[in-house]
Structure formats: structure tokens, C-alpha cells
């Protein structure tokens, strides 16, 4: 008996082993953990009345002091600003279209400088430029607008690097991340996709390394993404080599044969401060292929810019986006009240910021 025992053990450790072998040849610089040193229970806090059948999206903090994110449930005016201090919304643009001032599909956000914010549209491949300035005051015609290069494929997400130079996130056959010059033309492709996934079609292999936005932290000179269809971060440095994959704690991955129709859902929206990164993360897997609701997860995963897991925050309701501000050591987010989406908040602690 003692032998057969034995035996098992051996079995489940070379299992393991082969797991981690496999799941490593993946991912550049590949690490995992279990388990969160520190965990808390965090309360989600209302910031007002405002219910939305949609989750508001790609929230983004201007001067600390107010909100821009996307109404989904608005068909008409797209964008609003809205004023922290005084708990309402102080200004509201872009329309749906293609004309200037219009939008198909925001994925995101460039801060250009302190008074320049760009708006990127995946649908359109454009990002429409904005004097932050204007936007308070009232004033919500764009500066310009600039197209960017598709010549090696689509980018999904784009972020500022340097005073000549953007990052994206993207299709670019057979590649993950491109850089972009200052005219938005694609200069270089970085990081093949697996070879395995190639053998897919071309929306499997996309799906599989979909991600949920990219971060960039210009004090060290690092970017981080987070990867929705299961548990891992990647933090690159601005020549695009991973400093470090962090893979865990639940260790979901995709069924790379194509085999399983339905992914575990992982990291959604990310957002950082000078030494941390936070990520809200799921970690169930959606019953159908409709159950969207999954994607939003109850926690909140903290890292440092090293890579190494800090905290996991816990609260009582799925969480959708959020951004941080770090003079008031609040994390902005949306959330589901089991009706309605709403606008609220956590307080940090200071270990936390």
C-alpha cells in the first residue's frame, strides 16, 4: 500500500511538472504563485445615484479631480465628464459616427501631456486629440485627429512610451505587441504567438491572448497588460522583453487544442499607481457563451511593478472598470448591485497605494 502510494505522489508531481512545462513555453520569463500574502475585505462605497443598465466603461481620471468614462447606455452622446468634487456630471460629448468629434468603438485613453488627452477608436483605427482645458471649460470639438497604421494588423490598445514612441496591443499576425512612432506608423512587431495557437483560426488564437488594456508607469519605464481569458499579467519594459509573467493564483488557461467552447475569465480592467498595479479579476468561467456578467470579478489583485502578488481586496459586488487616484487613496470603479451598474469607490489603506 505504502508503495502505491508512493507511486500516485510520483504520478501527480510529474503531472505537475509537465503542466508547468508546458504552460511556461508560452510565456516569456513565466513565474507562479498560489496564493496572496495579505488579504482584507474592501467596502464599495456609492459615489452617487446614477444607475446605468450598462456598465459605463473605460473610466480615466483627469487632475484627480474628475471622471471620464463611456455611457453605454447612451446612443447619443457618448462621453461624459464627471466632477468628483461635486458628485455630478459636468460635461457630456462625442456621438456616435465616423465624422470628427464621433465615435464606433473607445478602447481606450493616451495622455499626451498635462493638457492633451487622446481618444483611441479600435472601429475607426483613429485617436481623436482633446485640450483638457477645453473639455472642462465646456468647449468639446476636438483639436485632431490622426489614423494609425494597420500595415501589420490591428491594434486593440495603444499607450504613450516616450516623446517618439506608442506601444500596442493587438493582432499582429504572428505577433503580440507592436511599436508605433510619434506619426502612429508601425515600426516593429515584438513577441511571436505560439506556434500551437497559430493552428487555430485566427479569432481562436486572437481570444486567446485578448487583453484587457495596457498600463505604463513613466517613473520606471514599464507597462503592464493583464490577459482576460485567464490569470496572468505581463510586465514588459519599453523594448517590449517581459520582465516577468505572473501566473496565478487560480492558474486558468484556455483549452489551446480549440476543444472548449468556454473560457475562465480573468484579468478585466487594470489601473496603477507609481508602485502598484491593481487588476479587478474574475476567475469563473461563464455557464454560456451570453453570460457576460462573469467577466466582472468581486476581487481586486494588487502587485508591485516587480511583479510580486501583494494583496487581494474582496468586496460583495462585481466590480467592471476603474482608475485610481492617489491623493485621495481611492480606487474609482463601476459596480453591479445585482439590478443596476453604478459609480463608486474603495478607500485604500496605505500599504495599499
Given at each position: 500500500m505504502r508503495y502505491i502510494r508512493l507511486f500516485i505522489i510520483i504520478i501527480f508531481m510529474l503531472m505537475a511538472c509537465s503542466k508547468d512545462k508546458r504552460n511556461a513555453q508560452y510565456f516569456e520569463n513565466y513565474h507562479q504563485f498560489s496564493s496572496f500574502p495579505n488579504e482584507r475585505l474592501g467596502e464599495i462605497k456609492s459615489l452617487d445615484s446614477n444607475t446605468f443598465d450598462l456598465p459605463p466603461s473605460k473610466l480615466f481620471i483627469l487632475r484627480d479631480t474628475y471622471i471620464l468614462l463611456e455611457n453605454s447606455d447612451n446612443d447619443e452622446v457618448v462621453l461624459w465628464i464627471y466632477d468628483l468634487q461635486k458628485r455630478t456630471v459636468?460635461?457630456?460629448?462625442?456621438?456616435?459616427?465616423?465624422?470628427?468629434?464621433?465615435?464606433?468603438?473607445?478602447?481606450?485613453?493616451?495622455?499626451?501631456?498635462s493638457n492633451t488627452l487622446g481618444i483611441y477608436d479600435v472601429t475607426l483605427c483613429r485617436i481623436?486629440?482633446?485640450?483638457?482645458?477645453?473639455?472642462?471649460?465646456?468647449?468639446?470639438?476636438?483639436?485632431?485627429?490622426?489614423?494609425?497604421?494597420?500595415?501589420?494588423?490591428?491594434?486593440?490598445?495603444?499607450?504613450?512610451?516616450?516623446?517618439?514612441?506608442?506601444?500596442?496591443?493587438?493582432?499582429?499576425h504572428p505577433n503580440r505587441y507592436a511599436i508605433l512612432d510619434r506619426n502612429l506608423s508601425i515600426i516593429s512587431t515584438h513577441l511571436p504567438i505560439p506556434q500551437k495557437l497559430l493552428d487555430l483560426a485566427n479569432n481562436k488564437y486572437t481570444y486567446s491572448f485578448y487583453?484587457?488594456?495596457?498600463?505604463?508607469?513613466?517613473?520606471?519605464?514599464?507597462?503592464?497588460?493583464?490577459?482576460?481569458?485567464?490569470?496572468?499579467?505581463?510586465?514588459?519594459?519599453?523594448?517590449?522583453?517581459?520582465?516577468?509573467?505572473?501566473?496565478?493564483?487560480?492558474?486558468?488557461?484556455?483549452?489551446?487544442?480549440?476543444?472548449?467552447?468556454?473560457?475562465?475569465?480573468?484579468?478585466?480592467?487594470?489601473?496603477?499607481?507609481?508602485?502598484?498595479?491593481?487588476?479587478?479579476?474574475?476567475?469563473?468561467?461563464?455557464?454560456?457563451?451570453?453570460?457576460?456578467?462573469?467577466?466582472?470579478?468581486?476581487?481586486i489583485h494588487i502587485f508591485d511593478w516587480e511583479g510580486r502578488p501583494l494583496?487581494?481586496?474582496?468586496?460583495?459586488?462585481?466590480?467592471?472598470?476603474?482608475?485610481?487616484?492617489?491623493?485621495?487613496k481611492r480606487l474609482y470603479l463601476v459596480y453591479y448591485d445585482e439590478e443596476y451598474f453604478r459609480l463608486g469607490y474603495i478607500d485604500l489603506q496605505e500599504d495599499e497605494i
Open positions: 459636468i460635461q457630456r460629448f462625442g456621438r456616435k459616427g465616423k465624422g470628427p468629434g464621433e465615435f464606433l468603438g473607445i478602447t481606450g485613453y493616451i495622455k499626451l501631456d481623436t486629440y482633446y485640450s483638457i482645458d477645453k473639455l472642462l471649460s465646456g468647449f468639446s470639438k476636438p483639436d485632431s485627429m490622426k489614423k494609425v497604421s494597420t500595415d501589420f494588423g490591428i491594434p486593440y490598445f495603444i499607450q504613450k512610451i516616450d516623446s517618439n514612441r506608442y506601444v500596442a496591443i493587438g493582432m499582429f487583453h484587457s488594456g495596457i498600463i505604463y508607469n513613466d517613473n520606471l519605464k514599464r507597462l503592464t497588460v493583464g490577459m482576460k481569458t485567464y490569470d496572468m499579467l505581463q510586465i514588459l519594459n519599453t523594448d517590449i522583453e517581459v520582465v516577468k509573467s505572473v501566473h496565478g493564483p487560480d492558474h486558468n488557461f484556455p483549452d489551446w487544442t480549440g476543444k472548449q467552447k468556454l473560457y475562465p475569465e480573468g484579468y478585466s480592467p487594470l489601473t496603477g499607481s507609481t508602485h502598484k498595479i491593481y487588476g479587478v479579476y474574475s476567475g469563473e468561467t461563464p455557464s454560456t457563451i451570453n453570460d457576460w456578467i462573469k467577466s466582472f470579478g468581486k476581487n494583496k487581494r481586496i474582496r468586496t460583495d459586488y462585481r466590480m467592471g472598470n476603474l482608475t485610481l487616484s492617489e491623493s485621495q
